[in-house]
């Protein structure tokens, strides 16, 4: 156990291996960028491990990367040669992904171990920022392909636990996922008339009517423009899920992110050491 309750965060991760880039690309995320660096401020060295639930990895029930030396996914296409031999190299922690089984058995859900299973670009983006020196365990979970609110608000819940156990729980994916829109000027009303449901769902509603209202998200402003697939927007749920009945904050927003689209990550809890502000 720790002396801190972590947070639960939900972060906009966004495209393919940007941390690794230099150039125009590199530079639509320096803002995210800032956000990361300064999550870690905030949480010190609190965090003894990561759970990182990938908009990128979906399986007939849910897995766990159970593997001791994760390998990579690259899960990406049209980047040059190079970059698909990029290497995060945390270690995994087979202690922890079955940890992890045995909280959602004690709900009645189902979790396989995949051994095999590597770093996904939802996971390596996030992380190399986040914790460069690569030496805090990383497991990820995967989506139930059925994409179903109220299943993955319920692993939320069965994982809760984890954050008094030191274990830092990120949901990886974006608040905003057209890819057929996100380079051009359509994408810009959806992605801010989404994001502004968000805000007022995840910050300003009761912990109940947050559950309610993402439960049936679809009824959302924009919401199926925003994302056409929801596998970018479901690992919000096991976040909140895990945040249990705890606030909500902003901890990055963008509304010029690729020339105009609005973009949003969230914390749920309250963190460990003083905050420094959120990246405007």
Known sequence: MTAFRLPTYFVSHGGGPWPYM???????????????????????????????????????????????????VYDYQGFSEDLYHIKYRAPGSPALAKRIQELLKVRGLKAGLDPARGFDHGTFSIMKPLYPDEDIPVVQ??????????????????????????????????SYHNLREIRGSSGHEASRRFDAWLQQ??????????????LEWERAPFARAAHPKEDHLIPLLVAVGAARDEPGAV??????????????????????????????
């Open 251 to 280: 901890t990055y927003h963008q509304t010029n992110f690729a020339g105009g689209l609005t973009a949003s990550s969230f914390r749920f809890g309250n963190v460990p050491v003083p905050s420094h502000g959120v990246v405007q």
């Open 201 to 214: 769902t995840l910050i300003h509603s009761s912990p109940y009517d947050r559950a309610e209202r993402l």
């Open 22 to 72: 230099t150039g125009d690309f590199r530079r639509n995320f320096d803002k995210l960028e800032r956000s990361l660096v300064e999550m870690k401020v905030e949480l010190g060295d609190v965090p003894k491990a990561i759970l990182v639930i990938s908009g990128h990895w979906e399986e007939q029930g849910f897995a766990i990367s159970s593997g001791a030396s994760p390998g990579m």
């Open 141 to 174: 979970l995967s989506l139930d392909t059925s994409y179903d609110p109220a299943l993955h608000l319920e692993a939320g819940r069965a994982l809760a636990p984890l954050r008094d156990e030191g274990v830092l729980i990120i949901g990886s994916g974006l």
